[in-house]
């Protein structure tokens, strides 16, 4: 790789020793752990914000309950005289009274066929109702936060080809909005990054900066295949599957792009290890044209390949 | 076309059978529809963003409707003694009176001349109101989100023009701003594609960019006639009405912009078929000067042209 | 101004009849009106999230007396028997007895104190509670973006003035932030617009940018004073006073910058006219340092001059 | 210094007489306070959003309080007859039933077991309430604004360091990210900044611009060590550790990134003073490699170094 661009660490480490995972995994995140984080306020809500919606809701659901038991035990303990029904036990027990009276006054649904009586539980009232109402302050801001998130958008080929190209060869892959908004001035960044020993006999990532055949399309409203000439000033020139597999190489991917639902601008990251690579194939369509005249994209077939049996 | 820029693609798609619609609508969306998409929470919320107003006060109206039915029938099939009234009926029948109790209980409003007995109505009511405060987050999230998004604003010409410029021709829109607000830094793409057959005989769209007199306005006030010079570096360089149709012409165009009250980035696409093309015209001034001082800008007039007689 | 840049528009107009006011005014605002504009939900947004406070606040407050008295005569329309209360006629009138159940119904305190019989009152009430639900959701709404709005931040002085720059001179501005967080990466433009008759008699508005000495700075944490050096490349070289009134030259001015605690990028805009420019003039500093290091600056000194009584 | 870049002002000021505090805090403000700042909503809503988490919900609950004395006073001094209970004294005092009657309203809880009577109660009731929402739309927004602001997020070491550089030195200092998302884009700028006396010995503070061995980072994953080469062209070429204290040399830092959870530009500035400079030393790696082959970065040895012998 003598006369290749110089390498450089785009963020992640050169040195390191001992056998690495993947720099970064499917869903986007690179396998990096943090150790002496301080709890922030603001990447628990970060954490809530990016959990998936069954977990989530479910979340939601245990800590209403978990609340509501907590302020039900502390009425029950102040005593039967610290709650008084309009109608004998409403047909519940002491503790069920306690609890959704709590439920009253957290929601601030207040009926008032329960309520407080005496300092105490009206104090304990007092403080729940103003809890209640910061809790739901706090869950509002996190739905909107949820959906306002322009993420997962993005869908990758499964695999990367290396494809015919001119004379010689490419690596290509494939990307396709999952969604029906429009991604404009979408804009991708490929690395390659290998692993080699240097003359201490010291393990080496190294990364190399692979130049795109098009770095960027105005709108993202079909399929994008992104090609990188594998010509003399490749990188990759001349290499062979075994030589990408020895040299563990990992192709990292920086895609961009500006969605106009969310007026944000949406960032994303990929990989692709050597055994993620296809040698010798093309994409074919994952589009038909429908009688009408719509262009129809099969989001499954995104990553559909066809082998070429020469060059 | 020969000594004209090269053709690339600008996310669309260069091959295809048969006949396709236009490649962008008139409200910016393409003509691509998605199949395999999975059902994304954050789609749908995309969607209730999207709709217009009537649309999504009737859907919020049915949902709230609905909801207080369905809690209703729940509490109506607990049996009378699940629902004590202060008041005998409440001059409602039975389904009557769990309906509102649905409701008093979705809105948290609570007035407690109806309230639940018993275990399962107890429950049902903590359900009920719990969901209904998530609820309202959500709707208060989605007016949020409906609100500030600045869509719709700008207003193009209905067609472009081909007027005189210099000694030759050029393309010509129009277009203004629609609110009040302001959009600085003002950026025009144009592009052309056409349809042509290969030397296989199979059609293929061709994209090229159209070079403009003038990529960017420092704020757009009034209108902005975006203008691409067709001189002999364009590929509409001695092309005729006819040519254009042939080549089922399309002029796609992407314009962003910095709204300032809105304080995000816009942006918006449009696309001109050739019969939206007018042949030797003028765009007419679409404002007036009111007696004092302030221009007046009539949206009525943004596509008012006059014919031009002879070059 | 044979050999000056060319002139261009920046989305303002060149052609116009008749006397004209200033371009931008105070504000930022551009002395435009607009005919034709379709009612949009999102300019009336708009308009409520740039209001004044107290007009802002005042229109709240009439609103929910307004839509409680309107709700209130219909429940008092329903005759006596619609509303029952707890308490004989809580030394109330009639009308007052339906004007604050309304008002518990659409804030949804729902006391319970009164509360509705029959059919016609109950679905008044539900549909007032859910519209009280709503109104609340857009208020939220509302609140969060007149307050995330960085708007009123830039402080400009209020006279440019024309101070001796090299051996020659300059037109300078000076502007500072209003509040206490930091604006970086802060661009400026500007650009002088004059009127002139064409060869037709004509009256034609010229645009010209101003080159500046420094276009940017890394931050905005004490002043700034933009300076164009009026030289030979410059349209204001060997212009007088005189010059510029007949001219009616119009300095407009675009600043945009990158607010910190917004996390939004801010854009604003200016504009002095020929009586608003002090010539032979220099800013004097707007800051004194504190004893114990700190740099006070001190906002009502943004636009302190001192004349300068020669070249 | 004469050969160096030319000195400019980056935003600060040049001129000033006397000792001044270092120009950047820790934490990022700048040492400069106003004078004249008109009081604006804006202001004051960006001082609560920027509080620490203890200091905020002690102000919440503080105001909660204060409305409810103040509330519950006005309804006191009406007199007995203006709320009604349901059950005697509810075990309270007088002013006590006014205090817990204000939580009922201004938190819309209202159970109804203390109803207003009359007209003047039963007004205040209704401001109230109204107020209750307005402020809770308020706490909605402030929670949200907090939580979705991209703070204190990059970590510095605490001290640069001059390490050997080819055959020469360099300046460095070391981030990460102390969150688990991921940055992207992230670019710095230096800048040194000293205090001189000029010709007429005046003091003058001048700012020149550090060149950067990497101005620009893909993505922020693990630490980046950013480095300043002090050779010929820079200006701290030939510098030594008491030139640095005679110049009161301090080097402000302005990092820029995207972060992808926040999906937003991510604006960071720091400073070091010459006393925060650690002469030939280098950074040691700051993270290990796990078992499972995972990085674990340590945030805690972001600042480690071990000192270098001899060049």
Known sequence: MASAPTSFDPGLTQQYTGPLLRAINKDGSFNVRRRGVRSLAGSFYQHLVGLSWPRFLGLVALAYLLINLIFAAIYAALGPGALRTVDGHMGLGDFAVAFFFSVHTLTTVGYGDVYPLGMPANILAAFEAGLGLMGFALATGLLFARFSRPNAQLIFSDRMVIAPYGTGLSLQFR????????????????????????????????????????????????????????????????????????????VLILIRGYDDSFTQVVNTRYSYRWEEIEWLARFTPAFDVAPEGHIVLDLARIGATSSVREL
Do not use: C, Y
Request: glycine share 2%; net charge neutral; aromatic share 6%.
């Open 175 to 250: 990307i396709a909005n999952r969604r029906h908004n429009v991604l404009t001035d979408v804009q991708a960044d490929m690395m390659l990054m290998t692993v080699e020993q240097d003359s201490q006999g010291k393990l080496r990532r190294n990364f190399v900066e692979l130049k795109l055949e098009r770095k960027k399309v105005f709108f993202l409203a079909l399929t994008w295949t992104v090609v990188h000439p594998m010509d003399e000033s490749s990188p990759l020139w001349g290499k062979t599957a075994a030589d990408l597999e020895r040299l563990q190489a990992e």
